[in-house]
Each structure stands twice: as C-alpha cells, then as structure tokens.
C-alpha cells in the first residue's frame, strides 16, 4: 500500500462510517416500515411505536459492527433468537426485514460492497430467527 492509497476500514462500524450513520441507516430501516406498503406485515409485528426497536437495533448494530457494545451493556448477550421467540416470524417477516434493509441502506449510501455483505449477513440472521 502507498500513501496515497487509504487504509481500509478496520470494522464494517467503521465502513458505514460510525455512530452518526449507524443510527442513520437505523431510522431509515424504520421510517420505510411506516412508509412503504410492501413492509407492512413487518411494521404490524413492531406495535403501535417504534421507539424502543430503534434504539435497541441501533445499540445492536453498533456491537456487532464492530463499534461500541451498547446492547451488551445495557441488556448483556443479545440471545437473539431467544427474544424475538414471542413474534411470529416466518418467510414473509424474514424476506420484509431484509428488503427493508437492503433498501435503508441504498438510500444512505452505503458503498455497495458493503451492503452486499451486509445483506448476506442479515439474510442469514434472520432466517435463523424463523420461528414457524
């Protein structure tokens, strides 16, 4: 590497450019939920507000990045499948949640590298979190 070549980033929390755009691509994923319709079954599965899932997916996604481990410290192991058993999540939410993201991330301009990453990681997440 020279030096006029950057370095690449360390953590993907990094590549999507820290705090301020995590939490950028977070309220984005939510907004579409309110204002598309094709995530509507996704929306009616998150209740009547959307506060406390923005905060914790943005806290989540902070740790696992590659950034600051809100989630653990708040709340320990984030025993993912374990706390979305309560929610029925089948093929229809998995492939919703991960359009939604797709799309979040797209309008935020994530490098496009990295979203296809992170849509790979995200399908696999949340078709391990299917329940029925």
């Avoid at 006029?4 to 579409?32: H, I, N």
């Avoid at 481990?69 to 919703?96: K, W």
Wanted: proline share 7%.
């Amino acid at each position: 590497m020279n030096a006029e070549t950057p370095a690449p980033p360390a953590t993907p929390y990094e590549w999507v450019g820290g705090d301020t755009r995590v939490r950028e691509l977070v309220d984005r994923f939510y907004d579409l939920m309110d204002l598309e319709p094709g995530y509507r079954e996704l929306r009616a599965a998150h209740g009547t507000t959307l506060d406390d899932a923005r905060d914790k997916l943005y806290w989540f996604l902070s740790g696992w990045l590659g950034g600051p481990n809100h989630y653990i410290e708040r709340f320990g192991h984030p025993r993912l499948r374990m706390r979305h058993m309560p929610f029925s999540i089948g093929v229809q939410e998995r492939d919703q949640w991960v359009a939604c993201m797709h799309q979040a991330m797209t309008e935020v301009q994530l490098d496009p590298v990295l979203i296809e990453r992170l849509t790979e990681s995200f399908f696999g997440t949340a078709d391990w979190m299917r329940n029925r």
